[in-house]
């Protein structure tokens, strides 16, 4: 695929490459709260789920706009949060995954693109006002929690796919005009094609796996399969090493996932009720699939964070998250001396705090694929419901002070952290961690912005603004990191859970270099990570 970026005044961030670091490093400062309750009204704010806030000059003003959904689309002026324009979702549902901004129809004009409740997706214009064939309304009665855009046919416009929480014919790739693409929906479950249900997270990823120019789609869901797909709904095929069907390899969405991989050559798990021995298995529900090259060899992968279980019991025992590194043909990865074929074990911590969204909301745990040491390698962060954020170095071990405890020993609740970003902020060749947080309902606590050191270490925990009526607190998505007013410091954005958009001024960042500033990677929100570390503007856009 080829890149293209729309540039734009005052939203660039002009970054140095790895090996152009400051000689003298600055001490990373704590976040300095800018503004709070962008999108609110007078005395009461909307509630915000696991959307990301987007960053844009979408009326070409030289000034940037925040743009972000909980129950509406809103536009905050970037320098005090202020309402540039606000309109409701349509049925007036929740926005779940993170807002897109791109220019979809090649037009010259940056658009959203926002997911929702009630099954709806839609494009909106820079002004406020929606674009010829939106909304459209795939599924009704079934949310929309998967969105991601790309070029998938290499056209020069984008195309739109989305995924429903219903158990068939989930996924639906729509052209900028609102029309599904020919072959789409997929997938029925238990067909020739393999088996799926529905997608309860931001449970896909869009990249050009095969090189040959147009986009493939990896699609997690509520079985232990995961579906592969090319852009003309032909499903991608898995390695001969799984087996064949009819003379044909078997597609992805055919072959297993479990903790050992002799148990995915066998074809199934042990599953008989009380008898030896335990073979986890994953379901993938929640599991945000990432694309990255994680060896910097020119070759993507593909990450995915499955919950591993044991199918003896009834209901299923769920016992740890475990990360997969794939090769497109399924295989699990192996490469420069590393080897991903068996999985990392877990410690005695790995056990889930909570799965149950009346005690706590649920945590997502989307994996981030940065370097964050400087060594050419990428690492895997992500948060678990074992109230930690796990850093995997391609040893398959956790390095430093990793994993991080979100949930602390002190509290008496528990606490979940968002997806995180990740940015070089003192430009000194490692990379800070940057993520929010959220509490326990009845706990009457609030939630913080955290900021880690490459290794573990704690540099700042700030407690957010608190909405006063609230028994629990924080913030369930990802932040995003952009220069949103006149200065040349970055700033941190963040869409809360009940206090609306709020700002951090990131002092003494000018210099910094962003490697994942955003949910799911860039505003394409496909999961994968900034194109450049040289020279990057947001919004990103694959072309």
Known sequence: MKFRAILFACVCLILLSPNQTNSAATAISPPVLKWQNGGCKTTWCRTGWYASPAVADLDSDGKPEVIWTDYRIVVANGEDGTDQWVINNPGIQRGWPSVVVADVNNDGNLEIVTAHGGGWVTITKFDGTTLAGWPQQPTSGNELRSLAVADVDANGDLEILVCSTRSDNQWFLYDHTGVVRTGWPVQTDSNSTGYAAGCFNENVSLADLDGDGRAEMIGPSDVHYVTGYNDDATPLRANVLYGQIGGLNKTWARVGFHYDHAVDLRGYANCEAGQPPLEPRPNFADSAPTIADVNNDGVLEIIIIGNQYDCRTSPYTDLFHSPYILHADRTRWAGNGFDWTNLPTPDAFAAPLSEDYNVIETVMPNPVVADIDGDGYREILYQSYDGRLHAYWLDRTEHGSWPYR??????????????????????????????????????????????????????????????????????????????????????????????????????????????????????????????????????????
């Open 406 to 543: 979100v949930k602390q020993a002190s509290e008496s609740f528990i606490r979940f952290g968002s997806e995180p970003a990740i940015v070089d902020l003192d430009n000194d060749g490692k990379a800070e961690v940057i993520f929010t947080t959220w509490t326990q309902k009845g706990s009457n606590a609030g939630g913080q912005l955290i900021i880690l050191s490459w290794n573990g270490s704690l540099l700042s925990a700030t407690d957010l603004p608190r909405a006063g009526s609230q028994t629990w607190d924080g913030t369930l998505a990802a932040p995003t990191i952009a220069n949103i007013d006149a200065d040349t410091d970055l700033e941190v954005v963040i869409g809360t859970a009940h206090t609306g958009i709020v700002a951090y001024d990131l002092p003494n960042t000018s210099q910094a270099r962003i490697l994942w500033g955003t949910g799911r990677g860039t505003y394409l929100r496909a999961g994968t990570p900034p194109i450049s570390l040289s020279k990057i503007y947001l919004p990103l856009i694959v072309k």
